[in-house]
Each structure stands twice: as C-alpha cells, then as structure tokens.
C-alpha cells in the first residue's frame, strides 16, 4: 500500500511497484478491450475498430515487456525493452495501413457499430488516469521504458478519439471511407511512436 509519505518521497522501489501494477492492470483491461474491439469489428466490417482491438493486444505484449524490465532492476534491460516495444508499433502500423488501403481500393462499406462507439468511450475514461500515472511514475523513476508505455497508453487513447470520429461518422451520415480513413491516421501515429521508441532506445547505454 503507499503512504502520505511515499506520495511526497517515493522510493525507487515504491516506484516499480506502482509501474508494475500499472502494467498488470493495463494487461487486464486491454485482454477485454481487444477482445470486444475485434469481434465488433468483424460484424460491423470496421478496419479502424480491428486495428484498435490489435492494439490492445500489442498493449498486452508492451506491457509485458515492462513487467520484464522492471523485475530486473529500475534502469536493466532497458535497450532491447524500448527496442521490442518500437517493434510492436511497427506491426501494428504495417497492418493497419495494408488492411485500410485495401478497403478504400475496393470501396469502404463498413456499418455502424454502436458498440465500438461505447467501448472507445469507456476506454478513454479507463485509461486516460493510467497514461498520467504511468507518464509521471517513469519520469520519478527515469525509467525510459516506462515513459515510452506511457506513450503508447496515449496512443491508444489518441487511436481512440480518432476511432469514435471515424465510427461517428459512419453512424451519422454514412460516411463508410471515413473508417479506413481515420485507420491510416492511426498507423501514422503508430509510426511515429515507434520510431521515437528505438531513437530512445539508440541513446540508452547497454
């Protein structure tokens, strides 16, 4: 349990307690998140909803990956940590953008799906606090791995405003290419974390 005091004064250790709990809670939610996200995706045709559900279980391996880290010691294995990390956003833009191209080359006719709408909107009210604890408790415990989950956690909440504007759309006037639309912006953003993850990396020493 923290203190008054570790909140004023954590220790190292008070620290990759509070990450690691972090992670295991982000590997709870994001197990269900995927889950429902790929099966409302499927029925309704939504790229941009699979991608998410993707995501989420991209957020279970990064997540892992921080567990690993942190059992060994605050600053070990940092480097191949951020470099797997940068791996997982890769994937998840090569596929995005291979299955969002493919859509709009053979003409997008995704249906609403009023379950995505709920499920992104739940998941920006789980996990944005999550992003801000894990964002502060990295920068506390200069744990550079942590920091780049963080970023990730924002990404999902970033993929997740975009995905409720694309199925927004779909479900208001009709607009079925504003799926696999909003789908390339979420491999954009992909992109860009992953490669500021192995830049970071690159810095890291052995």
């Not at 799906?113 to 944005?128: E, F, H, K, P």
């Not at 894990?134 to 997740?160: F, H, I, M, Y």
């Not at 993850?197 to 690159?202: L, N, S, T, Y």
């Amino acid at each position: 349990m923290v203190t008054a005091a570790d909140v004023h004064d954590p220790s190292e250790a008070t620290l990759r307690r509070r990450g690691m709990r972090l992670a295991v809670l982000i590997v709870i939610w994001d197990v269900i998140e995927g889950v429902v996200a790929v099966s409302a995706g499927v029925a309704s045709g939504s790229i941009a909803l699979v991608g998410f559900g993707i995501d989420s279980g991209i957020e279970v391996f990064a997540a892992s990956v921080v567990l690993w880290q942190l059992r060994s010691g605050a600053h070990a294995r940092q480097r191949p940590a951020l470099r797997a990390i940068a791996v997982t956003f890769f994937l998840l833009a090569v596929y995005v953008t291979v299955e969002a191209v493919g859509a709009l080359a053979a003409g997008a006719d995704a249906e609403e799906s009023i379950v995505g709408i709920a499920l992104n909107v739940v998941a920006l009210a789980v996990m944005l606090p999550v992003a801000v604890a894990q964002w502060r408790t990295g920068r506390l415990l200069r744990n550079d791995v942590l920091v780049a989950q963080a970023k990730e956690t924002w990404l999902s909440n970033a993929l997740s405003v975009n995905v409720l504007v694309g199925l927004g759309l779909n479900a208001a006037i009709g607009w079925a290419w504003a799926d696999p639309a909003v789908a390339l912006v979420v491999a954009g953003f992909a992109v860009y974390a992953g490669v500021d993850a192995w830049r970071e990396a690159g810095e890291e020493t052995p």
